[in-house]
């Protein structure tokens, strides 16, 4: 008996000081891949300044997922804490001393599209795998906006992640922004809108990085451990799309946050999926009818 005691206890020592090597070689890993220089190629846009380009640029602000984590004053906003976890975006106003006060243009397009900072390092919270495929027209309407926003005053960035995360971000299995990329992809060639597949398609990058490249679901990369995972919109294993039998359905789910039998959906962007105009709204539909069958999350 005392004998079966000492080798458990010797086991129990033996994990526990695995589990503090493996905490601590992670932490170190996880630094070194947050501090590591990515170069890209940055191609320059046009920031326009007409009424009609600022107002394209209101509207994606507020329709592709820039005001969940940023505020819809641009003055940064906390858009996870959940006792374990704290992350929050930055102010991108042009206060003095914010993080985006001396950006040029090629820095808007290096971090917007790329999810890489000015200095070379990686964004490690920033859904640029979804603003990669914005035309060039897009991109300059956002941040003309954006370089609207009269200054306010507003916080820093806030990324408090528990041991685990970092860990899996250390060994990859959780990926930052600029690892999600074809970096060497031309920008997104115009379509003309309309309740058409090929602009719900334009449309639908915005749902690349909950849904996956595919469409196709499954567990949503860096989401807390009690999240539910991305429905499939395919018309694969474990479909959502039979439950909206037209573009009606579909697209009143964007608006409440409810399924057509009543119930919630839990973990969507409805912020931003309410403010997506009917056109928008009903080609994405359209592109989600035409989609090949993928099983639930192959990504």
Same mark, same amino acid.
């Given at each position: 008996?005392?004998?079966?005691?000492?080798?458990?206890?010797?086991?129990?020592?033996?994990?526990?000081?695995?589990?503090?090597?493996?905490?601590?070689?992670?932490?170190?890993?996880?630094?070194?891949?947050?501090?590591?220089?990515?170069?890209?190629?940055?191609?320059?846009?046009?920031?326009?300044?007409?009424?009609?380009?600022?107002?394209?640029?209101?509207?994606?602000?507020?329709?592709?997922?820039?005001?969940?984590?940023?505020?819809?004053?641009?003055?940064?906003?906390?858009?996870?804490?959940?006792?374990?976890?704290?992350?929050?975006?930055?102010?991108?106003?042009?206060?003095?001393?914010?993080?985006?006060?001396?950006?040029?243009?090629?820095?808007?397009?290096?971090?917007?599209?790329?999810?890489?900072?000015?200095?070379?390092?990686?964004?490690?919270?920033?859904?640029?795998?979804?603003?990669?495929?914005?035309?060039?027209?897009?991109?300059?309407?956002?941040?003309?906006?954006?370089?609207?926003?009269?200054?306010?005053?507003?916080?820093?960035?806030?990324?408090?992640?528990?041991?685990?995360?970092?860990? @899996?971000? &250390?060994?990859?299995?959780?990926?930052?922004? /600029?690892?999600?990329?074809?970096?060497?992809?031309? !920008? $997104? *060639? =115009?379509?003309?809108?309309?309740?058409?597949?090929?602009?719900?398609?334009?449309?639908?990058?915005?749902?690349?990085?909950?849904?996956?490249?595919?469409?196709?679901?499954?567990?949503?990369?860096?989401?807390?451990?009690?999240?539910?995972?991305?429905?499939?919109?395919?018309?694969?294993?474990?479909?959502?799309?039979?439950?909206?039998?037209?573009?009606?359905?579909?697209?009143?789910?964007?608006?409440?946050?409810?399924?057509?039998?009543?119930?919630?959906?839990?973990?969507?962007?409805?912020?931003? @999926?309410? &403010?997506?105009?009917?056109?928008?709204?009903? /080609?994405?539909?359209?592109?989600?009818?035409?989609? !090949? $069958? *993928? =099983?639930?999350?192959?990504?």
């Amino acid at each position: 008996m005392k004998r079966w005691i000492k080798w458990t206890a010797g086991l129990v020592g033996v994990a526990v000081v695995l589990v503090a090597g493996v905490a601590v070689v992670g932490s170190q890993m996880a630094d070194s891949k947050s501090q590591r220089q990515i170069k890209v190629s940055v191609q320059p846009v046009t920031i326009p300044a007409t009424a009609q380009a600022l107002e394209r640029g209101a509207y994606l602000y507020s329709s592709r997922g820039c005001a969940d984590c940023h505020g819809a004053a641009g003055a940064g906003r906390e858009f996870m804490n959940d006792g374990k976890m704290r992350l929050a975006g930055p102010n991108i106003t042009p206060s003095e001393g914010n993080v985006v006060a001396r950006y040029r243009t090629e820095d808007w397009v290096r971090t917007v599209r790329h999810g890489v900072k000015p200095d070379g390092r990686p964004v490690f919270v920033m859904p640029s795998e979804d603003y990669n495929r914005f035309t060039d027209e897009d991109l300059g309407a956002l941040v003309a906006y954006v370089k609207s926003l009269p200054p306010t005053p507003g916080g820093a960035a806030v990324l408090d992640v528990p041991m685990p995360v970092r860990i @899996l971000y &250390a060994f990859d299995l959780i990926k930052d922004a /600029a690892q999600k990329i074809d970096h060497a992809l031309p !920008p $997104a *060639r =115009p379509i003309a809108e309309g309740v058409t597949p090929a602009h719900g398609a334009y449309v639908a990058n915005m749902c690349i990085g909950c849904h996956g490249a595919t469409l196709a679901g499954g567990k949503i990369p860096g989401g807390p451990p009690d999240w539910a995972p991305a429905a499939n919109l395919t018309p694969g294993e474990g479909s959502a799309m039979p439950r909206y039998k037209n573009a009606d359905a579909f697209v009143a789910m964007l608006r409440s946050g409810k399924r057509p039998d009543g119930t919630a959906i839990a973990v969507m962007p409805f912020e931003s @999926l309410r &403010a997506l105009n009917d056109v928008d709204a009903q /080609a994405l539909y359209a592109y989600l009818k035409t989609v !090949p $069958a *993928r =099983p639930f999350g192959q990504r």
